[in-house]
């Protein structure tokens, strides 16, 4: 099993940035992909970025060009109203079948 805990979530300005950290507990050598996903109030669930054991990395169309991924954070710059949502990490086990959340922490854009 392996523990996600999100933070580094606020309220920004159009405009503005934030960093959200991912830190993982547990059986962290055993971590496949990694992903941030998002869900604003009424809305499913979406992918917003992950990456690979090898750091391959894909992103949705909707943050190409503001969002950049790695195995630690989620960087978001240019952040619009928009982007609104309460931000999850995700991660997969070698070996495991299930995938694992952290708890989500609330982005809110001001508008």
């Known amino acids: 099993q392996v523990q996600l805990v999100e933070s580094g979530g606020g309220l920004v300005q159009p405009g503005g940035s934030l960093r959200l950290s991912c830190a993982a507990s547990?059986?962290?050598?055993?971590?496949?992909?990694m992903g941030w996903y998002r869900q604003a109030p009424g809305k499913l669930r979406e992918l917003v970025a992950r990456i690979t054991t090898g750091g391959s990395t894909n992103y949705a169309d909707f943050v190409k060009g503001r969002f950049t991924i790695s195995r630690d954070y989620l960087q978001m710059n240019s952040l619009k109203p928009e982007d609104t949502a309460v931000y999850y990490c995700r991660a997969d086990l070698f070996g495991d079948q299930n995938v694992y959340w952290g708890q989500g922490t609330q982005v809110t854009g001001s508008s």
């Open positions: 547990g059986s962290i050598l055993r971590i496949n992909n």
